[in-house]
C-alpha cells in the first residue's frame, strides 16, 4: 500500500474516531430523576346547579379506574397493570426494575403515581378515572379536584448533545351531549397541568400545586361523560449527535469513497 492511501486512511480513521467519541460522551449524560402525581381524591367535588332555582337530578354509572407502571434498566425490566370497575375499591401497581422503579395507588382519598428512574434506566406510571353520568334537565356541572406535581432530579450534561423525555402532568376532562324540543346540544372542556425537563430547560420548577377545575353545561336532559387522570415518564437521556459530529462521519465517508476511487484508478493504470 502506498504511503498516500495509508495517509487517507489515518486521516478518514481519525474523523470517524472523534465522531464516534463524541456520540459516546453525550450517551454517557445520564441522570436520576423522580416525578410524583398526587389528586386529592378525598376533596373531589361534583356540584350541579340549575335554572330558575330547578337543580337537575344527576345520576352517575359506570365507574372505571385503570392503574400501570413500567420499569426498565439494563437487563431487567417489569410492568404491571390493574382495572377496577369502581371508584371505591383500593387499587395499585408496582414496577420494580433494581435501582430503577414506578408506582401507583388508587383509593377512596388518594390518587396518585410515582415514577423514579436511576442512570440508564427509564419509568412510567399512569392512572386514569373516568364515569359517565345522567341529567334529566338543564343545569351545569363542575368538578374540582387539588393536585400536587413534581419533578425532581440530575439533567446535567444534557443541554446541547442528549435529550430526555421527563414529564409529570395531571388532566381532567368532561363533555355532554343534550337533545329534545327538535334540537340538541353539547358541551365539552378540559384542563391540565404540566412539568417537564429538556436539555433546553433543564431546571424546571420542581414542584406545582393546584385545583383542576372544569365542567359542562347541559341545555336539557341528556347524558355526559368525565374524565381525571395523570402521567408520569422519567428515563435516561438519549443521544442527539451534535452537528460537528455528522461533519466529521462525513467526511471519514467521504475520504473512504476517494481512497477506493484511487485503488481502483491505480489497479486499471496497472
Known amino acids: 500500500m502506498n504511503n498516500p492511501t495509508k495517509r487517507g486512511i489515518l486521516v ?9 467519541s463524541q456520540a459516546s460522551v453525550a450517551a454517557d449524560a445520564t441522570g436520576t430523576t423522580v416525578a410524583n402525581a398526587i389528586i386529592d381524591w378525598s376533596n373531589l367535588q361534583l356540584s350541579v346547579t340549575g335554572i330558575n332555582d330547578t337543580v337537575p337530578t344527576i345520576a352517575y354509572s359506570n365507574q372505571y379506574t385503570s392503574l400501570s407502571s413500567y420499569a426498565s434498566s439494563p437487563g431487567l425490566n417489569e410492568s404491571n397493570s390493574k382495572t377496577v370497575n369502581n371508584w371505591t375499591e383500593g387499587a395499585g401497581t408496582n414496577a420494580d426494575a433494581g435501582t430503577t422503579s414506578a408506582n ?21 406510571s399512569s392512572g386514569s378515572r373516568t364515569l359517565n ?16 406535581i413534581s419533578l425532581t432530579g440530575s439533567t446535567s450534561g444534557c443541554y446541547y448533545y442528549c435529550y430526555d423525555y421527563d414529564h409529570a402532568s395531571v388532566s381532567g376532562s368532561a363533555n355532554f ?26 431546571s424546571p420548577p420542581e414542584s406545582q400545586s393546584g385545583t383542576l377545575v372544569f365542567g359542562v353545561f347541559a341545555n336539557g336532559a341528556g347524558n355526559g361523560s368525565l374524565g381525571l387522570s395523570f402521567d408520569l ?38
Open 177 to 202: 351531549y343534550s337533545y329534545g324540543d327538535n334540537g340538541n346540544s353539547d358541551s365539552y372542556s378540559s384542563t391540565s397541568f404540566s412539568l417537564y425537563s429538556s436539555p433546553w430547560d433543564p
Open 104 to 124: 401507583t395507588v388508587a383509593s377512596t382519598m388518594s390518587f396518585s403515581g410515582m415514577a423514579n428512574s436511576s442512570e440508564n434506566g427509564s419509568a412510567s
Open 12 to 20: 478518514m480513521a481519525c474523523c470517524m474516531g472523534a465522531g464516534l
Open 133 to 148: 353520568f345522567s341529567l334529566d334537565g338543564p343545569g351545569l356541572l363542575t368538578v374540582t379536584v387539588p393536585y400536587t
Open 233 to 270: 415518564s422519567t428515563g435516561a437521556a438519549s443521544m442527539v449527535p451534535e452537528t460537528k459530529t455528522y461533519a466529521m462521519l462525513l467526511a471519514g465517508l467521504g475520504l473512504m469513497g476517494a481512497v477506493i476511487r484511487r485503488r481502483r484508478m491505480m489497479g486499471t493504470q496497472a
